[in-house]
């Protein structure tokens, strides 16, 4: 289902500069929008970006919103990093104006897109990489866009964009994407998130749900036979289900076989779980998903020569950055930087995949979670836990008696170094924070670059 918009009525308001909100406004004034674009940051890189954008003549303001000007917009356009409080957006919902994601305004631009969308609360950028690494592998022309980096809006500018599309869709995204409607929809899990930011687990939910809000009985969707939210929630809406599952739950992708160790998918192994160079049963999981979302895009990748294909792109996947990545291994201590997992629930999966004695780096912004959730995983791999930036009292207080734990004083250098003076050979190092990075850098990924280069020596 696509939705349409004129782009020609009024101002079209762009509320965030970021990567999204920049090719957002570039593709509106392509399509000959008058634009209004605005940003609340002073960085150079913003300055350096709005001056780009009003070359193209679209009205650009950074270090504020004109809130008057946007209640008058006949659209806005908002970036998925806007919290749907903030001023810009209250003020278009209190004036009526309708408010679309970069998504919404990529999928009204390109009709005939065929995508497999993914969504959940962990694995998401994992499941829509392998998604696009898969299809690729069966000979598909497809990329991967969305919230895994790389805006929807971008492939829309290009003269030719690729008729599939691997799509990330977070519950931010959702909740103003109003037509998403994909060939193949896919659920990774479910998990108490963004609490920050929403006013209850339960509210952040239904924006997950929006995935399914065109759903019909040909509907096709992937989805998590061992989590019990995502079967409840799947369980209300029409369409064909294809179940994945770790568990060894006979499902239409499973880890089975002999002691576990195959992969198998419509009845016959896949691949070997040894095959597979990704770390955790969680991965193993999301391998799953991928493949099954590749199948359901087309019966013909249930082939065995389409099978082989699968099972050899399975094969060659690595891990993205920043996703339990092992970054070094240094004097026998191996390093692994899962810096992606901001909250507990992403934390408590990266714990459980280390296979030796842990050092377990957990701190950054509380994000309203508590983290005695952890103790059990922490109980099973972790020697010893780093408490560190604005959560560690949080952190210290929830694990106080359960979990040795070192509340470290200082910035992330200071972490690294006492994490670097107490592991020995045969230890991993683990970062992952449970926390948003935002007390001490400006984004995950700056994060896990800080660790990766410390862990080598860089830092």
């Not at 359901?296 to 294909?309: K, P, V």
Request: glycine residues 8%.
């Amino acid at each position: 289902m696509t939705a349409s918009y004129d782009w020609t009525r009024g101002d079209i308001a762009v509320v965030g500069l970021g990567r999204s909100g920049v090719s957002a406004t570039t593709l509106l004034r392509r399509l000959g929008a008058r634009v209004y674009a605005s940003d609340a940051g002073t960085s150079a890189e913003l300055a350096s970006q709005g001056d780009a954008l009003r070359s193209l003549g679209a009205d650009v303001q950074v270090a504020g919103h004109d809130l008057a000007r946007i209640a008058q917009a006949s659209l806005v356009v908002t970036s998925p990093g806007v919290a749907p409080d903030a001023p810009p957006l209250a003020s278009a919902r209190g004036a009526g104006v309708p408010i679309i994601s970069e998504i919404e305004l990529a999928l009204a631009v390109m009709p005939g897109l065929r995508y497999v969308a993914v969504t959940g609360t962990n694995g998401k950028s994992t499941v829509t990489a392998l998604v696009a690494h898969l299809l690729r592998s069966v000979g598909v022309e497809a990329e991967a866009a969305g919230n895994i980096g790389t805006p929807l809006s971008e492939l829309a500018l290009r003269p030719s964009p690729p008729p599939w599309v691997a799509l990330e869709v977070s519950s931010f995204q959702l909740h103003d994407t109003p037509s998403i409607d994909p060939a193949v929809g896919v659920l990774t899990n479910l998990a108490p998130d963004h609490l920050d930011r929403y006013a209850s687990v339960d509210a952040y939910y239904a924006d997950k749900a929006l995935l399914f809000r065109h759903a019909t009985r040909t509907s096709q969707w992937v989805v998590n036979a061992d989590d019990p939210a995502s079967m409840a929630m799947v369980k209300a809406f029409p369409g064909v289900q294809h179940r994945f599952a770790t568990s060894g739950r006979l499902s239409d992708g499973f880890l089975g076989g002999k002691g576990k160790q195959h992969l198998i998918v419509r009845d016959e192994s896949l691949l070997l779980r040894s095959e597979l160079p990704l770390l955790g049963d969680h991965n193993v999981a999301n391998a799953l998903a991928a493949a099954l979302a590749v199948m359901a895009t087309d019966d013909a990748h249930e082939s065995l020569d389409d099978r082989a294909r699968l099972a050899a792109g399975l094969r060659s996947f690595r891990a993205l950055p920043h996703r339990l990545e092992p970054v070094a291994e240094v004097k026998g201590v191996l390093w692994v930087n899962d810096s992606k997992a901001t909250n507990v629930a992403s934390a408590r999966v990266a714990i459980d995949s280390m296979t030796r004695p842990t050092i377990l780096l957990l701190g950054g912004r509380h994000k309203g979670e508590p983290y005695s959730s952890l103790i059990d995983a922490i109980a099973r791999h972790c020697r010893v836990v780093f408490a560190y930036g604005e959560a560690a009292p949080i952190i210290e207080h929830d694990l106080a008696g359960r979990a040795a734990v070192q509340r470290i004083e200082g910035g992330f250098d200071a972490v690294m170094r006492q994490a670097h003076a107490l592991a020995r050979p045969g230890d991993a190092v683990l970062l992952a924070p449970a926390c948003s990075s935002f007390d001490m850098f400006k984004n995950y990924e700056e994060r896990g670059r800080a660790f990766a280069a410390a862990a080598k020596g860089e830092g």
